[in-house]
């Protein structure tokens, strides 16, 4: 029987596969070339398994949208008659290595992000940002976000592309874990602020795509689509923390949480010590600060797959590394400080390669533990974008989400019934 002292020793082990994973930026692809699993007319979205009479707002605008820019329909009206009439495959980004913010819609000709963990070779992925807005992962499809999305592959992929492969050469790879860590130190928690980790990963790249690309002309606006998005680092952040948790692993009796993720409709969480098994509940409703024009009823509920982010340790589990974070999504700094203390509570550790200034360098509440959530009634924070709850509107807002309790209790008793045995 597994007692309270074995579950402590495989956290413990979770947790330092964890802190060990080493993921580094080795290249860029198209979905369907480098996606494992990637079938030809599949469209990836983000959060637990769902089907299309029970997708959300903003997930059917997001794939109404890949559908226009794939070519399969051309309007939006036949794009959701193609989706409606059974003819895409849809799956979870987490099932097959890859994780998207907000609808995380994934299509076959959409560029995506290569991360690798150095030690173990594993690989995960990630589109690349759009900025903020009307943006597909927000759900918009209008003609503007659909040519956006063309000229991101036509011109963006493939300087980006060039410019990473030449610094892979001279490199190895960009250490994502260590623009990660310099850049909590600069303000950045790394879900809703990316100010900081952006410009690093701007700083590092710029110079190798100097080297490869000084004579196109398209060199110029692409440097500064990247420096004009905050938010560019985000998706690649993401991917780290994706394939940092996935080197956890199955670790028999662990109850370190892998994956939580939201759909908008659904919210779900993984577990080490329960081999990929989804444990699902309804999404919250964000309390957000609003953009101009919108309201409350605009708001959809929870949604995306960066809740890996807190998952891995950041995010909103760092926000008192970010105090002018409360200026997008609301409240104080010392809210900020607050948020991050009780986050402590329900964790199996603490990072230390990713510290906290203002908490004398004390290392990132790290490795949820469903245990401590059920026994504490202490549910992660999250600091999340919110989408309009109808198709094609866009963001709304940013703001602070608790996850629900009741994914983590279904997830208990399965643990419970799992190791009593």
């Known amino acids: 029987m597994m007692t309270l002292n074995n579950t402590e020793q495989a956290n413990s082990v979770a947790l330092e596969k964890l802190l060990g994973a ?3 930026i080795v290249d860029l692809g198209l979905a369907k070339d480098v996606i494992p699993g990637f079938g030809e007319k599949m469209i990836l979205h983000a959060g637990p398994p769902i089907t299309w009479e029970r997708m959300s707002g903003p997930i059917i605008g997001a794939v109404t949208g890949a559908i226009l820019y794939e070519g399969w329909a051309d309007t939006p009206e036949k794009a959701k008659a193609f989706a409606a009439e059974g003819n895409i495959s849809f799956d979870p980004c987490h099932h097959h290595d890859a994780v998207g913010p907000m609808a995380g819609i994934v299509s076959p000709n959409l560029p995506v992000w290569i991360i690798e963990e150095k030690n173990s070779g594993k690989k995960s992925y990630a589109t690349l940002n759009e900025g903020l807005g009307k943006v597909l992962r927000m759900g918009a499809f209008s003609d503007e976000v659909i040519e956006r999305l063309h000229w991101m592959r036509e011109v963006l992929y493939p300087v980006l592309k060039s410019g990473i492969r030449r610094y892979v050469s001279d490199t190895g790879g960009l250490s994502l874990k260590s623009l990660i860590s310099q850049s909590l130190h600069m303000g950045d928690e790394l879900h809703n602020r990316n100010r900081a980790a952006t410009s690093l990963l701007i700083r590092s790249l710029v110079p190798s795509l100097i080297d490869a690309e000084s004579d196109n002309p398209d060199l110029s606006r692409v440097v500064r689509f990247m420096a004009g998005n905050d938010h560019f680092f985000l998706n ?18 662990s109850s370190m949480l892998t994956v939580m993720a939201r759909n908008g409709t659904d919210f779900g969480i993984q577990v080490a010590g329960l081999k990929k098994r989804w444990f ?8 957000v600060l609003l953009f101009p024009g919108f309201t ?38 010392q809210d900020a400080l607050n948020y991050t203390k009780e986050m402590y509570e329900i964790c199996v550790g603490e990072n230390k390669h990713f510290t906290i200034p203002s908490l004398n360098f004390r290392g990132t ?14 549910t992660p924070i999250l600091d999340t974008g919110a989408a309009h709850r109808e198709a094609g509107k866009g963001q709304v807002g ?7 309790s009741e994914a983590f209790v279904k997830a ?9 045995k």
């Open 236 to 253: 690649p952040g993401m991917a780290a923390a994706k394939v940092s948790l996935d080197s956890v692993g199955y670790v028999e009796g």
């Open 398 to 404: 940013a703001g602070i989400v608790r996850m629900p």
């Open 412 to 420: 208990a008793e399965a643990f419970v019934e799992e190791y009593s």
């Open 365 to 378: 509440p790290t490795g949820i533990d469903l245990i401590k959530v059920v026994e504490t009634g202490i």
């Open 296 to 333: 409350r009823e605009d708001v959809n509920r929870d949604i995306g797959d960066s809740a890996i982010m807190e998952t891995y340790g950041v995010g909103g589990f760092a926000l008192a590394a970010a105090p002018a974070i409360v200026q997008f999504v609301g409240g104080t700094p």
């Open 280 to 287: 699902t509940c309804q999404a919250a409703l964000p309390d």
């Open 22 to 24: 080493e993921p580094q």
